[in-house]
DNA sequence: ACACACATGTAATTGGTTACATGATTTC
DNA sequence: GAAATCATGTAACCAATTACATGTGTGT
């Protein structure tokens, strides 16, 4: 990931690599910097990229990083090996299978939690296509940083249609199981 | 996961416990056996599960595992924590976005591998709908499993949905790129 | 006789988060 | 002068895969 960023924008700091990732490919990819600064020295030791210190624009002393043409055959390289998706772990879906297992507003809850974020990641992520039709159109990454951007935007519209379908029948045997309630314990005639 | 599942259908092994993750939820939760056999040790360990040794149907001698009420509860408890959704690492998404840093057809070649792993995935989860439908209509478990599966299906979707429109932008990508190489080329009439 | 499925486990290694530690500069 | 942002880094810890190790019963 860094050797990428770097290819499309050189000179980056660890600081500013981070929040480029933010800005850009961060729905799909994270990285904290307990990853970017070992990874950066890394590189550096196998003369990937370089550095070179800047003036300090911000705070302290920072170190700006370029590919070095080692670094640009090594994420070519990279590119062209077949990627591996690891094991699949959404904890989200986990405790909504066993939904049965519990109160249903429990599960309610957790697909409200889903619809939040979800809702908010897409506000986001319209932002930056907007924002990235204005400013990047013209760079050569554009069409792939529209895919990528347009399959987030597919999956996250098919979750939340989902989502409204799925909420729509939990609520509705959240109603039922709570008029069986009432309907039981009707002859006690409770206040609260 | 191990407790759900021992709630779901007790008198489960370790090694029966992984193969009813592939054929429930393993398509959005995996486990190896390095993470299974130790875990259900900690769980026995922890008071959460009893074990139960059992005439060995296969091979070797085989414990057998049940929830103990402190399991329950525990699972109960674990259902009720706001799901936590780790840092996404879509390797995928990370390739094509840094297409224009190689050649097209190294993107191609990663989309169609997507494809092809997001078809057969969908052929799968579609045989474990029938099968459920058979089989576990009758279940308390059953409409939340239904849930996790549609989410599944409406994912895949319209991720293959994408990758068509995806597809097509690349080779036409491609073949112009051809075009504009055979046609600078032309004056050398090359054979190959 | 061989392979396959049943069955359980451990050790090495990796990958990555989180929290901590530090400190300068700009902005309010 | 306080707070936010720029900026770099380390250490402790945890989660999890992979590969290895072992062994039996069943079907062909």
């Not at 986990?94 to 049965?100: D, I, R």
Request: hydrophobic share 40%.
């Amino acid at each position: 990931m860094i050797l990428g960023l770097l290819a499309i924008e050189s000179n980056q700091s660890g600081y500013e690599i981070r929040k480029t990732v933010k800005g850009s490919v961060g729905y799909f990819w994270g990285e904290s910097y307990g990853q970017i600064y070992p990874a950066l020295k890394r590189l550096l030791a196998e003369g990937l990229i370089v550095a070179r210190p800047s003036g300090s624009s911000g705070g302290r002393k920072r170190q700006e990083y370029s590919l070095t043409p080692a670094g640009r055959a090594a994420l070519e390289e990279w590119l062209a090996i077949p990627y591996r998706e690891d094991p699949p772990r959404d904890e989200f879906l986990l405790k909504l299978f066993f939904g049965a297992e519990t109160a249903p507003s429990v599960s309610i809850a957790h697909l409200r939690r889903f619809q939040d974020r979800y809702r908010s990641t897409l506000a986001m992520i319209q932002q930056v296509e907007v924002l990235s039709q204005e400013r990047n159109s013209n760079q050569p990454g554009f069409p792939f940083w529209m895919l990528t951007l347009k399959f987030g935007l597919a999956q996250i519209r098919s979750a939340l249609e989902w989502s409204e379908s799925a909420l729509a029948m939990l609520t509705q045997a959240e109603q039922s199981a709570l008029h069986h309630e009432s309907t039981e314990a009707n002859s006690d005639a409770p206040k609260a």
